[in-house]
């Protein structure tokens, strides 16, 4: 896979785990809808424990690009809705675990709440899986 990230020197210098740019080459795209901290069956994991959460969400999405052939390092960008952006500022710790560089940009806005009243987190990503790992989905 081809991702190459880029902090040009014309802007602030990223102070976490993400990169400004990253360029994508060939492979399949996908485009995750938001992922929050729920189970298989779909009971929310970690009510008031946003770490719990932010770590849950993410093993979500690891989860869903592996039955594809991806894997975290694949994702190249990311969108952050957190109910309270203080309390998710404080996860960086937990990020650094799911990613390395060339990190994916991010994007990251509080929100007044999410679909469920315990969540307080969601993550959207985009990902692209190099054609030789790439396998079709299969699962409804």
Wanted: proline fraction near 4%; charged fraction near 20%.
């Amino acid at each position: 896979m081809s991702i190459k990230s880029y902090n040009p020197s014309s802007t602030w210098k990223p102070f976490g785990a993400f990169s400004m740019v990253v360029a994508q080459g060939s492979g399949q795209v996908l485009h995750l809808k938001g992922q929050v901290s729920l189970n298989r069956d779909g009971e929310v994991i970690g009510e008031g424990d946003i770490e719990l959460q932010v770590k849950t969400t993410l093993e979500n999405i690891q989860s869903i690009l592996e039955s594809f052939g991806g894997c975290m390092g694949d994702i190249y960008s990311l969108t952050h809705h957190a109910t309270d952006i203080d309390a998710f500022m404080s996860t960086g710790h937990i990020r650094k675990k799911f990613f390395n560089e060339p990190f994916p940009i991010t994007t990251t806005v509080e929100v007044s709440r999410l679909y469920h009243p315990a969540l307080m987190i969601e993550i959207t990503a985009s990902a692209e899986i190099p054609l030789d790992r790439y396998i079709e989905g299969n699962e409804n």
